[in-house]
């Protein structure tokens, strides 16, 4: 990390439904209430991704927004060196499905970036609700120890390949598929209950809340990594209103 933390907002204009946006914004004073320069680099559509930014924030999107995104970020591949340099990246919800290998939008498959061992299907009904998980723990989330809430609203069913861990497991929502889709895998039981993934440097969730806003231990856990140090250097934070937050939304 340079003087100053760069946390890269990728796509806002086709990705950031539901206030994903606001990801950034928690990484951003999260970092400054300790004293932590940062600043927001917005990627729009068309514009080429820096690789050399400390963290990435994807957010969720439209059917025909994510495909625009899917498209650019392949062709731009940025975002991709980015992460294979082992630079944290956050996606959410159409996020995940546009890292992943491929996915289902406006009724045809789409090649996805690659980042995730993830495609993605339709479900029958559409998932909205409230989700909650327990962290897996896998691979850089290992330091995570708080239960995750967000709010979820797809129809797209994510089933993970060997190469990618859920993020979580789910005890509130649907997570990333539903019975319908995970019911003839070999390895339903891991499927049914598998929330967002993990792969490399790469934490993806279908949680919008903001998640980072719901959920301040995965925003340090991506700070920490963002600066090359380990969650528990990160001086803790006494936010009231983030707690009372929490609470209010913990099933
Ligand atoms: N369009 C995708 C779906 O419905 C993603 C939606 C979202 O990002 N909230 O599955």
């Given at each position: 990390m340079?003087?100053?933390l760069t946390i890269?907002?990728?796509?806002?204009?086709v990705?950031g439904?539901y206030?994903?946006?606001?990801?950034?914004l928690?990484l951003r004073?999260?970092?400054?209430?300790?004293?932590?320069?940062?600043?927001i680099h917005?990627v729009h559509?068309?514009?080429a991704?820096?690789?050399?930014?400390?963290?990435?924030?994807v957010?969720?999107?439209?059917?025909?927004?994510?495909?625009?995104a899917a498209e650019?970020?392949i062709?731009?591949g940025?975002?991709?060196?980015?992460?294979?340099?082992g630079r944290?990246v956050?996606?959410?919800?159409a996020?995940?499905?546009?890292?992943?290998?491929s996915?289902?939008a406006?009724?045809?498959?789409?090649?996805?970036v690659g980042?995730?061992?993830?495609?993605?299907?339709?479900?029958q009904?559409?998932?909205i609700g409230?989700?909650?998980s327990?962290?897996?723990?896998?691979?850089?989330?290992a330091e995570?120890?708080?239960p995750l809430?967000?709010?979820?609203?797809?129809?797209?069913?994510?089933?993970?390949g060997p190469?990618?861990q859920?993020l979580?497991t789910?005890?509130q929502?649907?997570?990333?598929?539903?019975d319908?889709a995970t019911?003839?895998?070999?390895?339903g039981e891991?499927q049914?209950?598998?929330?967002?993934?993990v792969q490399?440097?790469v934490?993806?969730?279908y949680m919008h809340?903001?998640?980072?806003?719901?959920?301040?231990?995965?925003a340090d856990?991506l700070l920490?990594?963002a600066?090359?140090?380990?969650l528990?250097e990160?001086?803790?934070?006494?936010?009231?209103?983030?707690?009372?937050?929490?609470?209010?939304?913990?099933?």
């Open positions: 340079a003087d100053r890269g907002l990728m796509l806002p204009d990705l439904t206030g994903d946006d606001g990801n950034a928690v004073q999260r970092a400054r209430l300790r004293g932590i320069d940062a600043e917005r559509l068309g514009e991704v820096p690789e050399t930014l400390d963290v990435y924030c957010g969720g999107g439209e059917d025909t927004a994510q495909i625009l650019h970020l062709n731009d940025g975002l991709t060196r980015a992460a294979d340099a944290p956050l996606a959410i919800c996020g995940l499905q546009v890292l992943g290998e996915f289902r406006s009724d045809r498959v789409v090649d996805g980042l995730i061992d993830a495609t993605t299907a339709s479900m009904i559409r998932a409230e989700l909650g327990t962290p897996t723990r896998e691979g850089i989330t995570l120890t708080e809430t967000g709010f979820e609203n797809h129809m797209g069913a994510t089933i993970l190469g990618a859920p979580g789910v005890t929502g649907v997570g990333n598929a539903d319908a019911v003839d895998l070999s390895d891991r049914r209950y598998a929330e967002g993934a490399g440097s934490i993806a969730t809340g903001p998640v980072l806003a719901r959920n301040p231990q995965l856990l920490a990594k600066m090359g140090i380990a528990a990160l001086e803790p934070l006494d936010l009231p209103a983030v707690a009372r937050l929490r609470f209010e939304r913990l099933p």
